[in-house]
């Protein structure tokens, strides 16, 4: 069985999330909003597709959009039911503008051949080591990527009273670096290099509207 995590504002949320929900745990953590009220009711008629559907609304604890969605990621994963016991968890951004995400979840697949290309980088991990997702230049497509339990638990493995302080320390350190409005996915590679998470090419991953066409190739 697979987890699924879907954070931040449900604005525009799109149906084609439905295929991840069905038969899946699926932990929602979302911002509660006059405007997104209304979403998160719309969310909740997928409930009878999952095999259990569990959604945190919380009151916004921080003013920049960056930190706001990674904390809610999170949390989202906190709460999810049973997470160690799943074959892999699946992280979606609930408002990818695009009808069909094409996604099949080989994981075992992706990892070897990146071990075989990129020997032997690899060689001390395995397959469970790792998230997977699109990659480009030198960082991933933080709107949708998946992992074994594992990943996910080193990723998030941080008590929740540290995480603003850790957050708030690596935005300063990259807004030094970058600027002040560098892009979400540069704090997402960051947050793993730290973790000594590898990110590996989901090389079956298609999203249309994906505009990072730049892509690692293994």
């Known amino acids: 069985m697979d987890g699924i995590i879907v954070s931040g504002l449900l604005e525009e949320i ?6 991840f929900f069905k038969n899946s745990n699926v932990s929602v953590h979302t911002w509660d909003t006059e405007e997104n009220s209304r979403w998160v009711n719309k969310l909740k008629r997928y409930t009878k597709l999952c095999n259990r559907l569990d959604i945190v609304v919380e009151k916004p604890l921080y003013e920049s959009k960056l930190l706001s969605h990674f904390y809610s990621t999170y949390s989202a994963y906190q709460n999810l039911y049973n997470k160690n016991a799943l074959d892999k968890i699946i992280k979606i951004n609930p408002s990818l503008d695009t009808e069909d995400i094409q996604y099949k979840g080989n994981l075992i697949s992706y990892f070897n051949k990146a071990k075989i290309s990129n020997r032997p980088l690899l ?9 997977y997702s699109s990659i480009y230049y030198k960082t991933f497509d933080e709107r949708f990527f998946s992992g074994h339990p594992l990943a996910f638990q080193k990723l998030f493995h941080i008590l929740k009273k540290d995480l603003g302080s850790k957050m708030s320390s690596l935005d300063k350190e990259l807004k030094d670096l970058y600027n002040k409005d560098y892009e979400g996915s540069i704090f997402w590679k960051a947050w793993v290099d730290k973790l000594n998470i590898p990110v590996i090419q989901d090389t079956d991953l298609i999203i249309p509207n994906n505009r990072r066409t730049k892509f690692i190739k293994y």
């Open 123 to 131: 060689d001390s991990y395995k397959y469970e080591n790792c998230i």
């Open 14 to 19: 799109s149906d084609n999330i439905i295929p």
